[in-house]
Structures are given as structure tokens and as C-alpha cells.
């Protein structure tokens, strides 16, 4: 019999949980949170807040955390520290998010896999574990093709008078903001690349319009071109994606794929039913 195991998937906007019992699936939402921004004490009350108390006193036996952040030795540290704080005797594995995405979107089969959500990342994957990973830079520097990433880019064609009139005057009724609070919000307040990602859905509720066609377009081509042209194995193997902004955006990536001539894979919007097949396997 498999143990009590409950799968996290968790990105820095919201986390999803399965918690797999006697063969019965039970799927939790809380907070999402980046160990960059939350230190182990904050992470941990999260869990307690939000979490255990939808588990009823479930006695979880084995935990596989996938998340933002935690490529890094020092925030996956931070992150099953956390865990343990709260699950106690618990066997607990921590993966970068960027796992979860190989193995859901892959399985045991070679690919590459990508993340297009609040943020991005690629990497090749040879069936077991990853090979390469093209640098994930954050929001700062780098997410190209991310929530977050055109979510700026949305502010800049607002900020600089580059929207026409319709454009601005749907943007103005739908977010009712101005370039102070704007400016306030990323570079004062916490949370920044959350809040750039919000504007990520003014896109893809006004397709169509000439202006929001070539952000899509130009924020999606910069992933392919600095990560995906990096693989010499894109032009091999099927690339695939998860995320939010890969699911809402998928017929862009199919003609960028048809333009690149690449195989596209499997899309999908969170990587949380493959990472169960992956574990009941």
C-alpha cells in the first residue's frame, strides 16, 4: 500500500496540493510563497494557517515539495526546514519547480521543459534527471516570456504613452491606477513580480488588438531565443510547457514553434497531474 503522500506544487503567486490516501485524492490550495521573500519561520506559519488545518489530522507519511526558489541549496534548506517544523516525522523531499515541470510534462521520457507562469525556466531533460538549464535570472534581470515579464512590459507601453486610445482607455477602466501607485508597488512594496504578473491578463482579454499581439509575441520570442536556441537538443526532442501564461497563450507558441521549427510537446497549466502519474509510477 502506498504511504499517505501529499505532492506540492508551489509557484510565488499560489501552492497546490494533493494529498493521496488509500487511493483517494484530495487537492488543497493555499498562498504561494519564494523562499527569496519569505524567511523558514514565515513560510512555516503559512503552512499552518492555510494549510493543515484542510488535512483533518491526516498523519502524512512522505511529502515531495516541488517550488519557486529552490534550486538554490540554501532556500531548499530553508523551505524543508519549514516542513519539518510542521510535518514532523514526515520523509520529505524538496525539488526545484523546475523538476516538477520535467516530470510532469515528461515523465521518463527525454524533453525539454519550460515554465511559462508568474516566472520562467527551461531545461533539458534525459529522463531522469536535468542535464541543462539555461540560467533563471528572476524578474529583475531575466523571466523572459513570464506572467511577470509581460506584465512590465503592459506597464511600459502604459507609462511611456505607447497604448492608443482604445488601448489606454480599457487599461484606465479595468485597473483604475496611475503611474505613482504603479511606480510605489515595484519598487516599494513586497511582492513586485506578483504584482507585474497581474497585468499579464489585460493581454488576454483584449486579443487581437495589433499592440497586445506584438507584446505576446516579442515577450514569448525573447524565451525562445536566449533559452530554448541554447539547447542543441530543441531541434531533437519535443519542447513542452506549463503555466499559466503557456496554457493562456498556447496558439503563440505553436507559431513560434512552427517558426523555429521545433516539435511543441504537451501544455498544460500546472504540472500537478502529471507529477501524480509520475509518483504512482
Not at 99 to 108: F, I, V
Not at 194 to 223: K, Q, S
Request: hydrophobic letters at 40%; one cysteine or more; aromatic letters at 12%.
Amino acid at each position: 500500500m502506498m504511504p499517505v503522500t501529499l505532492i506540492a506544487d508551489s509557484g510565488s503567486t499560489k501552492a497546490e496540493w494533493c494529498l493521496i490516501n488509500n487511493g483517494k485524492k484530495k487537492t488543497i490550495y493555499t498562498q504561494g510563497f519564494s523562499p527569496y521573500f519569505l524567511s523558514t519561520l514565515q513560510i512555516a506559519d503559512l503552512l499552518r494557517n492555510e494549510l493543515t488545518s484542510q488535512l483533518k489530522n491526516v498523519e502524512v507519511e512522505q511529502l515531495f515539495y516541488y517550488g519557486t526558489g529552490c534550486a538554490s541549496p540554501k532556500n531548499a534548506r530553508s523551505v524543508k526546514t519549514a516542513l519539518k517544523e510542521v510535518f514532523g516525522d514526515a520523509a520529505i523531499e524538496v525539488n526545484h519547480d523546475l523538476t516538477a515541470a520535467a516530470r510532469a510534462l515528461c515523465g521518463h521520457n527525454k524533453g525539454i521543459a519550460c515554465i511559462l507562469g508568474t516566472g520562467s525556466n527551461s531545461c533539458y531533460y534525459n529522463g531522469t534527471k536535468i542535464v541543462k538549464n539555461s540560467p533563471g535570472l528572476g524578474y529583475v534581470l531575466g523571466d523572459e516570456g513570464s506572467g511577470a515579464y509581460l506584465g512590465k512590459k503592459v506597464l511600459q507601453y502604459y507609462l511611456y504613452n505607447t497604448f492608443d486610445d482604445d488601448l489606454r482607455s480599457r487599461f484606465d477602466a479595468q485597473f483604475v491606477t496611475n503611474a505613482v501607485e504603479i511606480l510605489e508597488k515595484v519598487y516599494k512594496e513586497p511582492l513586485p513580480n506578483r504584482y507585474l504578473a497581474c497585468f499579464a491578463m489585460f493581454l488576454a482579454e483584449n486579443r487581437g488588438h495589433y499592440m497586445v499581439e506584438n507584446i505576446l509575441e516579442d515577450g514569448l520570442n525573447d524565451f525562445f531565443f536566449t533559452h530554448l536556441c541554447k539547447y542543441r537538443e530543441v531541434w531533437s526532442l519535443p519542447v513542452s510547457f506549463v503555466g499559466s501564461v503557456a496554457f493562456g497563450f498556447k496558439d503563440v507558441l505553436q507559431e513560434l514553434c512552427r517558426t523555429y521549427e521545433f516539435e511543441l510537446g504537451s501544455v498544460l497549466k500546472n504540472p500537478m497531474q502529471g507529477l501524480v502519474a509520475y509518483h504512482n509510477s
